[in-house]
């Protein structure tokens, strides 16, 4: 199976600060990859698919790059709001599953 | 508007069955893989199963095969986890997703607001 890895598994940044976040599959998935955000207490939330689209309603500060094994998600400016755990999912050698990354926990300093 | 409404979650001895729902409302329901993604307390999301338009084809990960059915009913919109020979480890919360597949890429578009499963004697 294909394994999704996450990096740094958390980050505390400042109000306004670029935050990037990295997503590595131990094999290629071409452009196939999707970006949630989870809210404590909240279900995840789709952000971006095929590794740069913004689903709609995701606010322009969220931006996907990548494809095949190395994937970045950045905020380019850093809300309150945006305190949240990310998660990557890989789209590709559907079915049987889809996997998602372990996590990312950005925190406010 | 899509909705995606769960129930049944609750305590449950280890060893012990539970059956989870899932309501969908606000899209063609039987246009859509479904899927069950569970979270541990304090830990990541793992799928759990996703079922195929018509209920002929379903998968589950390993952890899970044998005990869990998936299961859906396309006149009543609703999607449902059998969970049988509960364990501890099964304690998350559960959630069901729509998988929508876009440009060959698959990926959970709408989810619901998950039911709590607590495996404890």
């Known amino acids: 199976d294909i394994q999704m890895t996450q990096s740094p598994s958390s980050v505390c940044a400042s109000v306004g600060d670029r935050v990037t976040i990295t997503c590595r599959a131990s094999?290629?998935?071409?452009?196939?990859l999707a970006w949630y955000q989870q809210k404590p207490g909240k279900a995840p939330k789709l952000l971006i698919y095929a590794a740069s689209n913004l689903q709609s309603g995701v606010p322009s500060r969220f931006s996907g790059y990548g494809s095949g094994t190395d994937f970045t998600l950045t905020i380019s400016s850093l809300q309150p709001e945006d305190i949240a755990t990310y998660y990557c999912q890989r789209g590709n050698s559907f079915p049987p599953g889809l996997t998602f990354g372990g996590g990312t926990k950005v925190e406010i300093k | 508007e899509v909705q995606l409404v769960e129930s049944g979650g609750g305590l449950v001895q280890p060893g012990g069955s539970l059956r989870l729902s899932c309501a969908a409302s606000?899209?063609?329901?039987?246009?859509?893989?479904m899927s069950w993604v569970r979270q541990a307390p304090g830990k990541g999301l793992e799928w759990v199963a996703n079922i195929k338009q018509d209920g002929s084809e379903k998968y589950y990960v390993d952890s899970v095969k044998g005990r869990f059915t998936a299961s859906r009913d396309n006149a009543k919109n609703s999607l449902y986890l059998q969970m049988n020979s509960l364990r501890v480890e099964d304690t998350a919360v559960y959630y069901c997703a729509r998988i929508y597949d876009v440009w060959g890429g698959y990926y959970r578009d709408y989810w619901g607001q998950g039911t709590l499963v607590t495996v404890s004697s």
């Open positions: 606000g899209f063609t329901f039987t246009r859509y893989w």
């Open positions: 094999q290629g998935i071409s452009s196939w």
